[in-house]
């Protein structure tokens, strides 16, 4: 991916007139708005038509509306209070707008009275119960399984026609999402992309899960999707980024970063990924290194969900967007305590879980590879692999047929291969969350069909 495929010249003007074109539907604005997002030229030169406009009658309402489009929700927000329950339009903008900034119980308002007057439109219904969704995540005593049966309870009770919408796929995938059940969410993404490609917000849910669970194709796809939609998210840039760096792609990498750094040139998180991805296009990697960083990022995909933490340590994190170990060591102790409910308490159980797979919070990369690396390698006592050769050893895990809970049970000891299994004790397997004796019995018989044994007891 370069940037000439995501952005347009700067040159490029706006065919869409805010001062006379119609605008009979909430569709024509979100379509009109590629258009001013093109390029730098047409951006500031419908920025200023927007700006010159009054703030009264209709030139107040097309202020308004231009003022969504061009991303200044708050003000938007502000401006078309007075036409909302008076104009459609304005109305489905502002809800629209005040998600953006996270008033959700105002939004919810708003789409809970278009709800009655078009029960059968599938869009409104669907806001309304997401703006509900996010409040209960919101609440200081937040409980996901509570918020997750009452977002089914309004789905149960839409009418029919929802329930083949995108909107309705969506819901049901983020409740499955907040139920733990991931591979039944991935499914329910995938279904709402079939019936809407452009819905911006399963698609963003449908990748980072899709990465989280190692996916990294169909996050690919999903990330690439949403960067050819304008405008583009800052964040989706950056993810997709950081995914084509952990595949290796780093030209492709630096210039989702430089797209940010020229659009905001005081980003310095853009410069510095910048800066690493350039480093990175020309640098080799022989064998052994990306095995290294394979072992660590196969660690940093742990979902926090793996691991046993308080129910508040829990709703902290999940207010947090905080879901794997990777969120988690790219934070300092400092910006963990400065959330608030988070106290010594749940910081010492995220140390303990990190501890436990050799990482720390802020640990730098170089840090983590080097101590993730140290882990893996065999310990006195390990399994008599004496005298097997390399090749053995170098067996990958691919190569066990594993049942999925027991291969990602080695996967989250940083296993890639026969030998790293080997270099745990029967213990630590049995140590791992949803790991018993039947999956152990299963290893073991896998292992016995290449010759090789685990050790019983840790020394």
């Not at 927000?77 to 005040?98: F, H, M, N, P, W």
């Not at 964040?235 to 020229?262: H, K, P, Q, T």
């Amino acid at each position: 991916m370069t940037s000439s495929t995501v952005e347009m010249s700067a040159q490029a003007e706006s065919s869409f007139d805010l001062r006379s074109a119609a605008i009979p539907n909430f569709t024509t604005l979100v379509q009109a708005r590629h258009e001013v997002f093109k390029g730098r030229g047409s951006l500031d030169a419908f920025t200023r038509v927007v700006e010159s406009l009054g703030t009264a009658g209709e030139e107040g309402r097309r202020r308004g509306l231009g003022l969504w489009m061009v991303g200044r929700y708050e003000l938007a927000a502000a401006q078309l209070s007075q036409y909302e329950k008076a104009d459609v339009v304005a109305a489905i903008t502002r809800g629209t707008a005040l998600m953006s900034i996270g008033r959700y119980a105002d939004a919810q308002a708003i789409f809970d009275r278009l709800t009655s007057q078009y029960p059968e439109e599938p869009r409104p219904r669907g806001w309304k119960i997401e703006a509900q969704l996010e409040q209960d995540l919101a609440a200081t005593d937040a409980d996901a399984d509570a918020a997750a049966a009452r977002a089914q309870g309004e789905l149960d009770r839409a009418p029919a026609s929802f329930s083949a919408s995108a909107e309705a796929s969506y819901l049901r995938a983020r409740i499955a999402e907040l139920r733990r059940q991931p591979e039944a969410a991935l499914d329910l993404y995938a279904a709402a992309r079939e019936i809407d490609p452009s819905h911006r917000s399963n698609l963003a849910r449908l990748a980072a899960l899709a990465e989280r669970s190692g996916l990294d194709e169909l996050a690919l796809q999903a990330y690439q999707t949403l960067a050819l939609m304008l405008p583009i998210d800052r964040n989706v840039l950056f993810n997709l980024g950081l995914l084509y760096e952990d595949l290796g792609r780093d030209l492709e990498a630096a210039s989702c970063y430089d797209i940010i750094a020229r659009n905001d040139p005081t980003n310095v998180r853009a410069r510095l990924y910048l800066e690493d991805a350039r480093s990175g296009i020309d640098m080799y990697y022989d064998e052994d290194q990306e095995r290294k960083e394979d072992r660590l990022n196969q660690i940093l995909r742990t979902p926090i969900t793996d691991f046993e933490l308080s129910v508040r340590a829990r709703n902290c994190l999940n207010k947090m967007n905080i879901v794997t170990l990777g969120d988690l060591v790219r934070l300092s102790e400092q910006e963990l305590l400065s959330y608030k409910n988070f106290g010594e308490t749940s910081l010492n159980e995220i140390k303990d879980i990190l501890g436990s797979k050799g990482l720390r919070l802020g640990m730098k990369h170089e840090e983590a590879v080097a101590s993730i690396e140290a882990a893996a390698r065999p310990r006195p006592g390990a399994a008599p692999v004496t005298g097997e050769s390399t090749e053995l050893l170098n067996t990958p895990i691919a190569k066990l047929d594993l049942s999925i809970r027991v291969r990602r049970a080695v996967e989250n000891l940083a296993c890639l291969t026969l030998g790293d299994i080997l270099a745990h004790s029967e213990d630590e397997l049995l140590s791992m969350p949803n790991f018993g004796q039947t999956s152990l019995l299963e290893l073991k018989r896998k292992l016995g069909e290449f010759g090789v044994t685990l050790v019983v007891k840790k020394k």
